[in-house]
């Protein structure tokens, strides 16, 4: 019990960090461990809720999450998670696993090619972008304390991927927070520090809607839950202490590694 | 605006007559554009503190302290802190039990309800009569955790429709709220 909690501190940590949840760690530690796997889907997946909940109280107090784009995309994930989670209940992971690993390995090359990431986030907008107001600004914690006006872009084609990405956070227990991410970041336009957190407050609402599921599936051992939400909360409660002082290409700099690392693990998996 | 004085300060020294005239006109001249140019320096300061001041009030109006209204950030930030420090209170309380009685409690025990309300109301009714069992504990801890999102969810569509009259995302909250009120008592 003491191992797994852990883990947890580690798995939380890097989750917060990067804004994903600390599953893509947990699951596979607790397969290690003998676990079975679709325990370990149930009980990372409200790991999941817990890290989102801690960080995002500490992000929005920071004004950096946009409530408005977070709300609009959750519509989209939950149905995803949903659909995902009934999935597990049924479906073998190990040829989704391997997709999954890919779709993330090109999203990671594409990722590096783009290199630094652009200033200016002064999207013009689609329809949907301008009709639901998805924009906003936040204030860098790190001179020249500039203050960072966005809008975002092709909501439309957003939401839909967000389905996707929702529907891997019910399936294999993770807050997929990577996936969302990218979405977030490279599709809809908006600065890093923004996705990440955003991406953050989605996951927690989204993992409710796999936990859901899970919950009368009789997968859900609190026994077992406890110890992960508890270490994970610790591991997040650091992390989300440290990204709010972090520069902008920090973040993406710690965010290609996990990826990376990430991708190849599910390869693996896959295989 | 100011090229065009500028011009006509340049124009107005050509007409004297005599050479004294000239002279001094053409100091004058100078004094004015001199003051002219002092102008728009100080035009141009004025327009940085301006921009100053502007910068500096976004930023006022980012502190709690000073804000007139709550903002929507502050009541989520506060419902998942209070959320999350009664998860932690209640998951501390039932593994520090747990260590100190050597509950009968199997680590591994499952929970067995039809959906999450009945889970709620039988936790509650366990609350209120005082059966603080370390499983008791645990599941309260698990009851709080999953009821967070769903209380924010809620708060964030109220203060959309209350203070922002924002009807749209009004729906939007209230269609979230269905969709996850649904699937927990389905399931």
Redesign the interface.
Known sequence: MTLIFLISVFAGFIGALSGMGGGIIIVPALVLLGINIKYAIAASMLSVIATSCSATAAYAKERIVNVKIGTFLQMFTILGAIAGATLTLHLSEKPLSLMFGLILLTSWITLLKKGVSVAHYDNKGGFVDNYLELSGCYEEKVPPYRIINYKSKHAILGGPFMFLAGMVAGLLGIGAGALKVLILDLLMGLPPKVSTTTSNYIIGITALAGSSVFFASGYLKPGLAVPIILGVLTGSWVGSKLLVRMVEEAVRKLFLVILLIIALEMIWRGI | MTQDKQEISQTKPQRPSNIDEQCISSVIADDIKAHKDAIARLNEEIKKHQQAIL?LQ??LS?IPAVRKVVS???I???V??W??AL??IF??A??IRFYIRHDS????????????YQ?TEREMQFITLGHFRT?VL??A??MI??L???I??LA?GVYMVVANKNW??GI??L??LL??SI??LL?
């Open positions: 910068a976004k930023k980012t929507l950030e502050d989520i930030s506060t998942y802190r959320g999350v998860t932690i998951f501390v039932g593994m409690l199997n680590v591994d025990y499952s929970m067995f309800y039809k959906n999450f889970f499983e645990l599941n801890g698990l955790l999953l967070t999102p769903m924010q969810v964030t749209k995302y939007i909250t269609f979230v969709i996850l699937s927990l399931h």
